[in-house]
């Protein structure tokens, strides 16, 4: 049985028992979630979130994008999100790369080298802060008062916010 066919058999298995509203693609907390595709961070159990309550995004790192800031203008824009909570987490696999050593393995591969960022990096804090501030200048997040992040154990599951960095020099 493939990974595929075991979800599959799960979900049915599983039927209709998740708790949440499902009439609006707007969310009902009017918060969108940034967050690493990592599979330790449980994004509904962390947040004790239910159905309809948030969008969540999810990337390598958790890295403010331009596919991330795509999904939340419109998340803001068109669907009522007010709000951006940012988690990165410990132990990322991103600190274990770096970006030209990924980019010329890509590039030896295939023959051809991404044009996108890895957006890799070593201190995770300091990733976070790049990404709320990414956010504050876009010109296409309306919201941005509201911004804020975390970096999630994911051994003791303790959330750590990060001051941005021009509160954190303050």
């Keep these: 049985m493939t990974a595929i066919d075991e979800l599959l058999k799960?979900?049915?298995?599983?039927?209709?028992?998740?708790p949440g509203d499902r009439s609006s693609p707007?969310?009902?907390?009017?918060?969108?979630?940034?967050t690493c595709m990592?599979?330790?961070?449980?994004?509904f159990e962390i947040f004790g979130l239910k159905q309809g309550e948030a969008h969540v995004l999810r990337n390598a790192g958790g890295v403010v994008t331009d596919?991330?800031?795509?999904?939340?203008?419109l998340s803001q824009r068109k669907l009522g999100t007010r709000e951006v909570?940012?988690?990165?987490?410990?132990?990322?696999?991103?600190?274990?790369?770096?970006?030209d050593d990924f980019k010329d393995e890509l590039e030896a591969d295939t023959g051809l080298r991404?044009?996108?960022?890895?957006?890799?990096?070593?201190?995770?804090?300091?990733?976070?802060?790049?990404?709320?501030?990414?956010?504050?200048?876009?010109?296409?997040?309306?919201h941005t008062d509201k911004i804020r992040g975390f970096v999630?154990?994911?051994?003791t599951g303790e959330l750590r916010e990060v001051q941005a960095a021009d509160t954190a020099a303050a």
């Excluded at 799960?10 to 998740?18: A, F, I, K, S, T």
């Excluded at 596919?67 to 203008?73: C, H, K, T, V, W």
């Excluded at 909570?85 to 970006?99: A, D, P, R």
């Design 26 to 34: 707007k969310p009902s907390l009017q918060v969108a979630i940034l």
């Design 85 to 99: 909570l940012l988690v990165h987490h410990t132990n990322c696999g991103l600190e274990l790369v770096t970006e």
């Design 38 to 43: 990592d599979s330790r961070i449980r994004v």
């Design 114 to 142: 991404p044009t996108w960022a890895v957006e890799a990096f070593k201190q995770v804090e300091q990733s976070v802060r790049g990404s709320m501030a990414r956010l504050r200048r876009s010109p296409f997040i309306p």
């Design 10 to 18: 799960r979900n049915y298995e599983l039927g209709n028992v998740v």
């Design 67 to 73: 596919d991330a800031i795509r999904s939340l203008a």
């Design 152 to 155: 999630y154990d994911v051994h």
